[in-house]
């Protein structure tokens, strides 16, 4: 929503947060399947690596990439299908998307099929990464959006630790110094990994339902000639003054507006500098290097002298300490800034990644290098997670934020594709101690930049941000 925190007559508007609260929350839910299919292929990935038995680096990695290619599809197309259609049918076809693909890749019998499925899969979370954000930016008053947008992350990491916890509870304990072959014949190997991806149908049928009873975006109805409805869902979050005042920025921002953007508008000047902002967080809070956590959790534990079972373990804990730290972001963000956390995050991430490429290099193992692990989820989860996804996605003019989003979320997928499919081939090359400099070093780029080029967002309508931004 665009509003401001008071109406015309200078008095504070009486939000309805009991249906601000539950349209965020259901929306949201995109991004907690998100969460839950990205990450539950990391504890899958010991046991259906055997079953399909990838060997080298490459095809290890391309296991865990191929789903980047669907997130590109699905990010880079959701900006002018949901301008077309509707932020709302688009985020319900996502649901179904995750139903049916979480399935497919549970009854994969060959390595072919799997890679098509996870790669439908992956156009699903293009889809809910790039609209849920989006549609909670766009309903929400302007003095609660960073908090309502962080709610997405927060929906992420509760699906992120739902499938670690799902995949430990899943998983038959394996004993130490099994062989390959004993491991490649258990359980987890032939079926247990099968469940872990399907048991995502069960909320992406509940997303679906949910889904159906919220409102279309205002902005969109009023872009798309239905002022009328619009206003009513704007009347119901603050009351009628509220909704004038709201309405009337919204139709300013629109005035000359056309149903669709033309891609070519963002290259102009006064897009320009703002689409290089965006587009530069979004490839940052990926090439950061988190995600190899998630996703090769197993080199990384087991370079630190952890077994498979413990390792899954271990994964669990990240889970958790990124959701306790993504409440800490979500306190946080609408008090002390978005920039501040982003330069946060960006130091001290470096700072820990210098500390674990030294302890790798020294062969120091166990509870120190775990608790170094677990202090980059702590700065990721209430600072570049978060926060990145708030930034994006009140950044963009009104007029062209579907397309700048999906360049945007599009370039993160391709970043997040970079960083997933060359962590083996790094890893193998040059060991866990180079790699996780190269991360520090772009950690400390990524601060560089935030310091020179990121202004501070809070409290501001969209309205407002964009008459900052794009001059």
């Known amino acids: 929503m665009t509003g401001h925190p008071t109406t015309p007559t200078g008095q504070h508007p009486k939000y309805n947060l009991t249906y601000i609260w539950l349209i965020s929350l259901t929306a949201a839910m995109g991004g907690l399947l998100f969460g839950y299919d990205w990450v539950v292929i990391g504890g899958a990935k010991p046991f ?3 079953y399909f038995e990838l060997t080298d680096a490459a095809q290890k990695g391309w296991a865990n990439s191929c789903a980047l290619i669907g997130c590109l599809v699905g990010a880079l197309t959701a900006g002018a299908l949901s301008d077309s259609f509707g932020r709302k049918r688009l985020l319900i076809f996502s649901a179904l998307l995750f139903a049916v693909t979480s399935l497919g890749i549970g009854l994969s019998d060959t390595f072919f099929v799997f890679v098509v499925w996870r790669i439908m899969g992956g156009v699903a979370i293009g889809l809910a990464s790039n609209l849920s954000p989006m549609y909670i930016a766009e309903i929400a008053p302007a003095n ?17 630790l739902a499938a ?34 399907a048991a995502t149908a069960v909320p992406s049928l ?21 002022e009328g409805v619009a206003r009513g869902i704007v009347a119901k979050v603050g009351g009628e003054e509220y909704a004038d005042a709201a309405m009337a920025e919204i139709r300013a921002t629109l005035v000359n507006d056309i149903q669709k953007v033309d891609f070519r508008e ?13 587009v530069t967080l979004a490839v940052f809070q990926q090439w950061c290097g988190i995600n190899v956590i998630f996703n090769y959790a197993e080199e990384v534990f087991s370079a630190a002298g952890y077994d498979i079972s413990n390792t899954l373990l271990n994964i669990a804990w990240t889970g958790s300490v990124n959701l306790v730290f993504t409440f800490v972001a979500l306190g946080v963000v609408d008090k002390g800034g978005r920039r501040i956390l982003m330069l946060l995050g960006a130091a001290g ?11 790798y290099s020294i062969g120091l193992q166990g509870l120190p290098m775990l608790l170094l692990v677990l202090a980059a989820m702590a700065t990721y989860g209430m600072s570049l997670a978060p926060i990145t996804w708030v930034v994006i996605s009140e950044i963009f003019p009104n007029r062209i934020r579907g397309a700048a989003m999906s360049v945007a979320v599009t370039s993160l997928w391709a970043a997040c594709f970079v960083l997933t499919y060359t962590f083996p081939l790094l890893n193998g090359a040059l060991g866990p101690a180079k790699t996780f400099w190269i991360y520090a070093a772009i950690c400390i780029g990524g601060f560089v930049f935030i310091l020179l080029r990121l202004p501070e967002t809070k409290g501001k309508t969209l309205e407002e941000i964009e008459a900052d931004l794009v001059r």
């Open 349 to 359: 991430l470096a700072i820990i990644y210098i500390a674990l490429g030294v302890g």
């Open 206 to 226: 509940v997303f679906l339902v949910s889904m159906i009873f919220v409102p279309e975006s205002p902005r969109w109805l009023v872009k798309n000639g239905r």
């Open 164 to 197: 670690q916890l799902i995949n430990y509870v899943i998983a038959e304990r394996i004993p130490p110094g099994m062989t390959e072959e004993a491991l490649a014949a258990t359980w987890n190997c032939q079926e247990g990994w099968r469940w872990m991806f």
């Open 144 to 160: 609660m959006r960073g908090r309502l947008v962080s709610l997405n992350q927060i929906t992420i990491v509760i699906g992120i």
């Open 266 to 278: 963002l290259l102009d000047p006064k897009m320009r500098r703002v689409l290089i902002l965006g």
């Open 48 to 50: 259906f690596e055997r």
